[in-house]
């Protein structure tokens, strides 16, 4: 590769020199702290996007291994004091080796599969969703399990296999309608992103959304034309792909007419109030822009509108994970905590390292299982010695990363988010009425 | 002319190949420490795992000519691990083990790299105290402080890194191995030797173990903000506090362009409409931190204080304090390049060298934020600027130069805590006694005769 082609130039000069190589960063860093190698650290990550930009190192085989080993937890954004944009420095990086480098012929497939296969068309991925239900239903799952079979796919697969989350029995479309109307007074106009993952995995939550919110004087929509948000295409490169579906979704969920665009998973939350500023260039960028003014993830959302504190009482001790992509990603740290704590009787347990990555980092855990596996284990330490009965997670990719780890340690450990246990106290309520 | 490929040969050898970096995304990362402006690649870098290894590897530098550079975490705000031509970075982060707390004798015994906040954490959960803490504690290493003899917020009353060193062993550049001092509280034998590695920056020799003193943990503090309309306001009530005889424990300053970036980061409702605020903690038993707490409010509003607010508890102090340590960082967000430096002044001169900068400033057209650890005299002035503006850099430079000058006349120092390392050498030779110099500089050819540990740091030979 001729030198010329080395630079990135989408990175600025201004946001690399922003970082003063204080070291302020290294101890919440993940990778640093399991490492201890400079170069794995965000400073070091820094430094090498610099000599690259500088045209002082290559497309170094290492250079990509470094940069795909960080997880984009953003841990070091929270920390730094300078205010060093890590994620969009981290994330041009990633955008601008997928489009110069070859990928693995794997990876590649793997890719298709996820971004074109699976994410692109909510139905398709229903309709696989399905087929696993049916293998997880019918034992076949330990089957494959006991004997390796899916070895026989590919050795990617044999380690997504047991990572694949238990798929809810009904999804999104089946368990509300598209439109549900405010109980009593509207005073606001949401709508609903069911997200991908979360449809399948978690639809409850979904359900648990709308319920709360037409609680709280929402009109919900949940239109079920609408396209995954489009982070993981993003995240992965494919942008003009994630542009398609912020601009699809701009229309089906009506983005002049509501107040808000409610979001329950982080990740989905995250990449949209970002998209305004990556797309920021795009001929579409005002509606871009719109959309992600108006997203709110539920905690925050209902904190705003100073939701209605429940009345009923729960006996449960819980603990609570911050998801990477709200706590550091969206800033939100006291929401989801209000949330718990609203609730009579609920005891909030915090955990050591509560923010700390669980090792799930969108397909980490399939890319960088050993990693992933070591931060997912000392999640699980720390949670336990909490002694809490539940987690309260509030996105899905941590869920199942949290659930597989909660299955291979044995525990009884149960997962919320924080928007089911508020509806469960809601149920509660309206029992007891 | 160094051979790369047999030095990286003989140093796998010594510590074995998992224990030697030799990638150029490694060298690019090993290739800067906390200093604007300086960078250069080592040849390779090595994880000693023994004492012994880090003596074979003093020895190989002499076989086979090349340069070694100690590395803690690489905070440094001097240069002092920053490669020089033909270094090996010897990387002693690795060494973390806390080896002993000794509650009889109040010591603690600890391998180089261990953390300075995991050296307090441990120490404290036996009710014991660490004073000296950086700002950079959460991060920097203790062998780094002692090589550096670094301070902390805690300086003014317990002192720095120095006050509390017992004992270390140290390979001196030669490759022999010694150890000075130990669990003793008094200690005559011979010439205090280990107190020349106490501040030493890295060369003069690789220290490898280190004995502390702990002191019992206070009984109880106060924590209290003191907002002034005028940066002389705030510099004259550190000199008075001072001179009433109280020590506080903290008695941080912070400017206005300061408490904006502080503010903006931490975002813990500090008021940014003040020219200066202190931040002054007291500590000791209760009775006494009551009296003192009180005493100083007073103080505070005779001399211009607009409010002072008390920490509403410990979280809340421990807030404050964490913001404080941020201040250095958080500049950074004005400009892209941050120069800070460490001139220090006696403590009733603090007024009169705030005055100063701000004057210096002005004739330079440069921006600048102040803050530092007041009580002890030690401010660092800090240029907000862009390093791809070659006019403004060079008016930088003179700005430094006249800052250093103005403290040295008020009887000050170039650097309080931060070491001359690369970055301060040129003012070393500069404004230092020649007869200083060159006993400094005895010392080094001495211990190191072919200068093969961290050369060109602190001066030239
Ligand atoms: C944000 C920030 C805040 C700071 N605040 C303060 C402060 O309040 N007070 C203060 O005094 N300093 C402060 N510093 C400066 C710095 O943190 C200290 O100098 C610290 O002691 C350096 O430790 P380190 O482990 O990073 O050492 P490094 O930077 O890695 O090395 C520093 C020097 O020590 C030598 N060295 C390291 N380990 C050894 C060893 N085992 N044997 C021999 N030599 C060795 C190196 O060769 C080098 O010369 C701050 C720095 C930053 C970035
Ligand atoms: S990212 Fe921020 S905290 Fe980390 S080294 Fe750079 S300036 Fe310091
Ligand atoms: S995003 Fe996470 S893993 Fe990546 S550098 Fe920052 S803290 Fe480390």
Known sequence: M?????????????????????????????????????????????????????????????????????????????????????????????????????????????????????????????????????????GMEWFVLKFNLTGLFSKKLKQI?????????????????????????????????????????????????????????????????????????????????????LLHNCAAFYIDTIDALIINAAGCGSFLKESGEIFSL?????????????????????????????????????????????????????????????????????????????????????????????????????????????????NTGCSIQLAYGIRTSGSQLKIMHPIDLLWRAYQAEERNE | MVNKSKIIEKLTLISG???????????????????????????????????????????????LEFKVVPRGTGTGLSGGAIPVANSVIVMMHHWDKIIEIDEKNLTVTVQPGVITQDLHTAVEACGLFYPPDPGSMKICTIGGNVAENSGGLRGLKYGVTSSYVMGL??????????????????????INMKDIFVGSEGILGIITEIVLK?????????????????????????????????????????????????????????????????????????????????????????????????ARNSEEAEKLKTARRAAFTALARVKPTTILEDATVPRDKVAPMLRQIQIIAKKYNLLFGTFGHAGDGNLHPTCLTDERLTDEMERVELAFEEIFKVALEMGGTLTGEHGIGVAKKKFLAKFEMPANLQLMKKIKTTLDPNNILNPGKVFDL
């Not at chain 1, 871009?288 to 429940?310: G, Q, V």
């Not at chain 1, 006291?334 to 005891?347: C, K, L």
């Not at chain 1, 397909?363 to 336990?384: F, G, M, P, S």
């Not at chain 2, 062993?169 to 011979?190: D, R, T, Y």
């Open chain 1, 161 to 245: 296999a047991p990572l694949s989350p238990k798929i809810s029995a009904k999804f999104t479309k089946q368990l509300l309608p598209e439109f549900l109307p405010a109980h009593g007074e509207t005073k606001y106009k949401v709508a609903l992103l069911t997200g991908c993952v979360q449809d399948i995995a978690f639809a409850e939550t979904n359900l648990a959304t709308a319920e709360v919110l037409v609680r709280n004087n929402c009109d919900v929509y949940i239109p079920q034309n609408q396209a995954c948000c489009g982070s993981v295409h993003a995240h992965t490169g494919a942008v003009e792909l994630a542009k398609k579906n």
């Open chain 1, 282 to 394: 795009a001929e579409d960028a005002v509606a871009i822009k719109k959309l992600a003014s108006k997203t709110r993830d539920i905690s925050e959302f209902l904190c705003e509108i100073n939701f209605r504190k429940p009345e009923a009482h729960l006996d449960l001790i819980v603990t609570y994970h911050d998801a990477c992509h709200l706590a550091h990603g969206q800033k939100i740290r006291s929401a989801p905590r209000e949330i718990i704590t609203s609730i009579n009787g609920v005891i909030l347990k915090e955990m050591r390292e509560s923010d700390w990555c669980c090792g799930s980092a969108g397909v980490y855990n399939i890319t960088h299982t050993e990693t992933a596996n070591k931060l997912l284990d000392r999640k699980i330490r720390n949670i336990q010695s909490t002694n809490a009965e539940i987690i309260i997670s509030a």
């Open chain 1, 2 to 138: 001729n030198p010329s082609e080395n630079t990135l130039p989408t990175i600025s000069d201004d946001l690399l020199l922003q970082c003063m190589h204080c070291g302020m960063c290294l101890p919440t860093c993940p990778t640093y702290v399991l490492t201890k190698r400079e170069r794995s650290s965000p400073r070091g990550r820094i430094r090498l996007i610099k000599s690259m930009a500088e045209g002082k190192l290559n497309f170094t085989h290492e250079f990509i291994t470094e940069m795909n080993f960080c997880l984009d937890c953003r841990a070091c954004e929270t920390a730094c004091p300078a205010g060093v944009h890590y994620g969009r420095i981290i994330e041009e990086t990633r955008r601008v080796i997928a489009e110069t480098t070859k990928i693995s012929y794997k990876t590649r497939i793997l890719r298709r599969l996820f971004l074109t296969g699976l994410f692109a068309k909510q139905k398709r991925l229903q309709l696989l969703a399905r087929v696993v239900r049916f293998y997880q239903k019918t």
């Open chain 2, 214 to 310: 702990l002191i019992p943990k206070p009984q109880d503090q106060k924590t209290m903000l003191a907002f002034f309309n005028t940066i002389e306001d705030a510099g004259e009530t550190v000199s008075a506090i001072i001179a009433e005889k109280i020590i506080p424990c903290t008695l941080e300053f912070l400017d206005q362009t300061t408490i904006k970036c502080v503010e903006d980061f931490a975002k813990i409702g500090l008021p940014i409409e003040y020219e200066a605020l202190l931040l002054i903690e007291v500590d000791g038993p209760s009775i006494i931190v009551e009296d003192e707490a009180a005493r100083i409010i007073d103080i505070c509003k005779k001399h211009g204080a607009q409010n002072v607010e008390f």
């Open chain 2, 17 to 63: 190949s998992e224990n030697v970096l030799t990638e150029p995304e490694d060298m690019i990362s090993l290739s800067y420490d906390g200093t604007p402006l300086y960078e250069m690649l080592p040849l390779c870098a090595i994880s000693p795992q023994t004492v012994e290894q880090i003596s074979q590897i003093l020895k190989a530098a002499h076989e």
């Open chain 2, 169 to 190: 062993q140290a390979v001196l550049p030669e490759g022999s191995i010694v150890s000075f001092g130990n669990k003793c509280v008094k200690n005559v034998s011979g």
